[in-house]
């Protein structure tokens, strides 16, 4: 009989461990978030696996993750994603099982599902309409296929490198298959090889490989080879190789029940099959290895927090949305092909744009070695592949939307104590680089002005004239970042005792100033961040409009109301220009009224405020600077509960690797990180838990009074046993050693921090 939350509480403050005996992965949807834009992946995988196995999907609109809940199976494939956009990464190394004769298995071979999927966690389901079940479970590097054939036609296995999730967004970043390999070997085995390029980050050619072994000796193995639907060979030769579709069909006995292993590398075939003997062995059984992936995420992710709720819906969206900030970036440490390094690699970062503002904080929270392991992969990657990542994947850096913000990354990590094997000295010449060295232009189509790659494409402007002129796109909003990554780099820089260039980019960081119109107005305000010309002169500019919000504007997925709040370092002069406290929270309270802005969302009522876009994260926190902590409460716990919750369409937007995930987490937390800054601006949790910070620390947060629905509100707070007079506290306050807050709630707003000093604004 298993524990529940509360007995996992009591234990834990007991000092026993209870990820031993609670299951976590019981309160786990998988897919939540599958549908209403979210593109999570809901196959099978372990944390930050490189394996992650699971269908691909067919209606003639993109298929990020590769599942869809509607349309035809194409195939079974090794590799995906999780929550991305733009357009889909891999879906490759694919298998389709097909009943009956293939003449040709370069025709479509996509099927209808009987039935909807079914999954839990380490383990997907999908029943076909030609009477075949498919069952997924994986390892790391590894994958398991079970087979059951129903049908008394012959039983098939297509393997088809051509295989590769497409788009049809008309964008140019669309997936192309370049060339493949496929050999049959004397035991019976297979090993491929494919090439391929572009996708969301606009990578050139990459390669993967496989190595395939099934439990039953295939009756019939024929090796296919040709270009488009028109076969060249099939069943002629063992292998077939070159810039054509490549691939074999592995028959066996009507209503066959089939293994299937596979394993995969970017490194070598060989390194494939090592992968695949090594995670899943022959005599691996299928229950065990879903067996192992649910320990994994149990004991590295999901028992790191337990909370005081009995509610199955609470459970269910936290461990929900704890699942799903951990399925990428993938940790392929030992499978980069591009450098030899003995330090951590990690690949598929989808990107630092999005996750910097509250993912990767969490990332150290609750996976600190992790998080340690992806500081020195992103100093690694600076010095063997010039610049830090803003994103990557298929082991190449892009796309960079905005600022480079591995800097904030690396600045947060500093200022909270990550030493460990970090090489800071690195760390620090990789966001100098970033400050002072513009990358060489990629010529991308959809802003050919400045690289899209790597680094900062506008420093020219940004170095001569303290601001960015229209020369170069996405201006505004790259301006706001480029204040916040030189804020980073002086933090790191002060650390560090290089007390010079913590003051140069300390004075940088304040050049968002620069953008500042104080004459525009929008709503019955004045003040908003404009593009601006060469000669200093401002441009016209509508605070409701940025143009299409894109890679070639002004602005990039954001209005100039929004990024008007973007220097979370200097907010005092936010509050400054706003015309004090009072002039900050009506502004923000005129962010928040729904129709305020008739171009808006309607599934937001038509507010300024976007819950599905990054750059308003922070927003509703923001109040905490003007002394209105319960607004700030106020106006999260409304978007929380509003816009979040464990269905498949329980994110408001696409998930951006985690980002949304983590942005709920914190506030059933109580808690928001201000990147880069050791703050956290206080709110209120929304039941108790304790959170184990490894080393034997944790921070447990005790609910007394109150209700998470409307009675939320701050009446006292203790932290770590004394009274607590400031809506904000600091990494050393709670995280570093550990800690305890202890609130009491209630119903209405009250003055429990009355006379306690407001967040820090160190870039002021």
């Not at 992969?377 to 830090?388: E, F, H, K, P």
């Not at 933090?491 to 500042?516: C, E, I, P």
């Not at 890679?551 to 002069?573: I, N």
């Amino acid at each position: 009989m298993q524990w529940t939350i509360v007995a996992a509480l009591a234990a834990a403050a007991a000092g026993v461990s209870a990820q031993s005996t609670t299951d976590y992965t019981q309160y786990v949807q998988l897919f939540l978030g599958t549908e209403n834009g979210g593109n999570m992946f809901p196959g099978v995988t372990r944390p930050n696996g490189v394996t992650k196995l699971g269908p691909d999907l067919y209606t003639g609109v993109d298929a990020y993750s590769g599942y869809l809940p509607t349309g035809n199976v194409t195939g079974f494939s090794m590799t995906h994603e999780s929550g991305t956009g733009g357009a889909p990464k891999y879906g490759v190394v694919s298998q389709m099982p097909w009943v009956g004769t293939i003449s040709n298995p370069l025709d479509d071979l996509s099927i209808p599902r009987a039935s909807a999927d079914s999954a839990r966690v380490g383990y997907y389901k999908s029943s076909l309409s030609s009477g075949v079940t498919v069952e997924l479970a994986a390892s790391n590097h590894a994958g398991l296929y079970r087979y059951n054939f129903s049908s008394y036609q012959v039983s098939n296995i297509v393997v088809d490198v051509s295989h590769v999730l497409v788009s049809y967004r008309g964008q140019g970043l669309e997936q192309h298959y370049v060339s493949g390999n496929m050999t049959i070997l004397p035991d019976g085995h297979y090993e491929t090889s494919g090439t391929y390029n572009n996708g969301w980050n606009r990578s050139p050619n990459w390669t993967i490989y496989s190595c395939g072994r099934f439990s039953t000796k295939p009756t019939n193995s024929s090796v296919f080879a040709g270009s488009g639907s028109t076969l060249s060979s099939y069943g002629s030769t063992d292998a077939a190789a070159g810039p054509v579709r490549v691939g074999a069909v592995f028959a066996f006995p009507s209503n066959a029940k089939v293994l299937s292993r596979v394993g995969i590398s970017f490194i070598s075939s060989a390194q494939a099959c090592r992968n695949l003997d090594s995670e899943i062995s022959s005599s691996q059984s299928f229950d065990g290895l879903v067996s192992q992936t649910s320990q994994a995420w149990n004991s590295q992710v999901l028992s790191k927090v337990a909370i005081s709720s009995t509610s199955a819906t609470d459970r269910q969206l936290f461990y929900s949305m704890l699942y799903g900030a951990f399925l990428i970036p993938s940790n392929k440490t030992g499978e980069n092909p591009t450098w030899t390094s003995s330090e951590p690699y990690y690949d598929d970062t989808f990107t630092l744009w999005d996750l910097h503002r509250c993912a990767t904080s969490l990332w150290q929270v609750i996976q600190p070695t992790m998080y340690e392991e992806y500081i020195r992969s992103l100093v690694d990657t600076w010095r063997n592949a010039g610049y830090l990542p803003d994103a990557r994947s298929s082991n190449f850096n892009g796309r960079t939307q905005g600022g480079s913000n591995a800097d904030n990354v690396l600045a947060d990590a500093y200022v909270k104590g990550v030493r460990g094997a970090v090489n800071w000295d690195d760390g620090y010449s990789a966001m100098v680089k970033d400050a002072e060295v513009q990358p060489v232009n990629n010529n991308d189509p959809q802003a050919p002005d400045s690289s899209t790659k790597e680094g900062r494409g506008a420093l020219p402007d940004w170095k001569k004239y303290g601001f960015i002129t229209p020369t170069y796109s996405r201006a505004v909003s790259r301006a706001v970042e480029y204040a916040v990554n030189d804020f980073s780099l002086s933090q790191v820089a002060s650390g560090l005792g290089k007390a010079a260039d913590g003051t140069k980019y300390l004075s940088r960081g304040r050049n968002w100033r620069n953008h500042w119109n104080k004459a525009a107005t929008s709503l019955g305000f004045s003040g908003f961040l404009v593009p601006k010309n060469a000669n200093g002169s401002f441009v016209d500019q509508d605070p409701l409009s940025c143009g299409g919000c894109y890679w070639g504007d002004a602005y990039y997925e954001g209005l100039p109301w929004e990024y008007s709040w973007g220097a979370t370092h200097d907010v005092a002069t936010q509050v400054s220009y706003a015309g004090g406290a009072s002039g900050f929270v009506a502004r923000l309270d005129k962010f928040f009224e729904p129709g305020a802005y008739s171009g808006g969302k309607a599934q937001f009522n038509y507010t300024i405020m976007d819950p599905s876009n990054e750059p308003d994260f922070v927003t509703p926190y923001l109040y905490n600077f003007a002394g209105r902590q319960d607004k700030s409460t106020q106006r999260s716990r409304f978007i929380a509960k509003s816009y979040y919750n464990s269905g498949n369409s329980g994110l408001p937007g696409n998930s951006d690797a985690g980002a949304m995930q983590t942005w709920l987490l914190w506030n059933t937390i109580g808690l928001y990180p201000l990147t880069g800054q050791t703050t956290f601006l206080i709110h209120a949790p929304w039941y108790g838990m304790s959170i184990d910070l490894g080393g034997g620390k944790s921070l447990k947060i005790s609910v007394t009074g109150g209700n998470q629905d409307s009675a939320y509100y701050v009446q006292s707070l203790k932290v770590n046993g004394k009274d607590w007079k400031q809506n904000w506290l600091t990494w050393n306050d709670v995280f570093a050693n550990g800690g305890t807050m202890d609130y009491v709630l209630g119903a209405n707003p009250s003055t429990w921090f009355d006379g306690g000093k407001l967040p820090p604004s160190p870039g002021t």
